[in-house]
């Protein structure tokens, strides 16, 4: 079973900024995409940011320019830097892993709490 924990979570006022990990216990190397989604309660849980295999990346409309996802493949560590945060903002984020092969599976962290108030 592959551990994901999410970490960087916090209260932030609006405009502020903070990053997000998420440590993997398996290499994430070979990992076909990693990802973040937000969900708030009584809503879908959202996409918010994925990065591929190949390091491509793919941002919802309502984070672009704000958010950046980078990956870490030594430190098996994905990150979310989101800048000029809004109230909208406010969310359980969870990482999200997916290999296809060495062996297959998807995995979810337990979430971390982003509240974006002042």
Do not use: H
Request: with cysteine.
């Amino acid at each position: 079973q592959v551990q994901l924990v999410e970490s960087g979570g916090g209260l932030v006022q609006p405009g502020g900024s903070l990053r997000l990990s998420c440590a993997a216990s398996r290499s994430i190397a070979s990992a076909t995409v990693m990802a973040w989604y937000r969900q708030d309660p009584g809503k879908q849980r959202e996409l918010v940011a994925y990065i591929t295999y190949g390091g491509n990346t793919n941002y919802a409309d309502s984070v672009k320019g704000r958010f950046t996802i980078s990956r870490d493949n030594a430190k098996n560590t994905v990150y979310l830097q989101m800048n000029n945060l809004k109230p909208e903002d406010t969310a359980v984020y969870y990482c999200n892993a997916r290999w296809v092969a060495g062996p297959s599976g998807e995995y979810w962290g337990q979430g971390t709490q982003v509240t974006v108030s002042s």
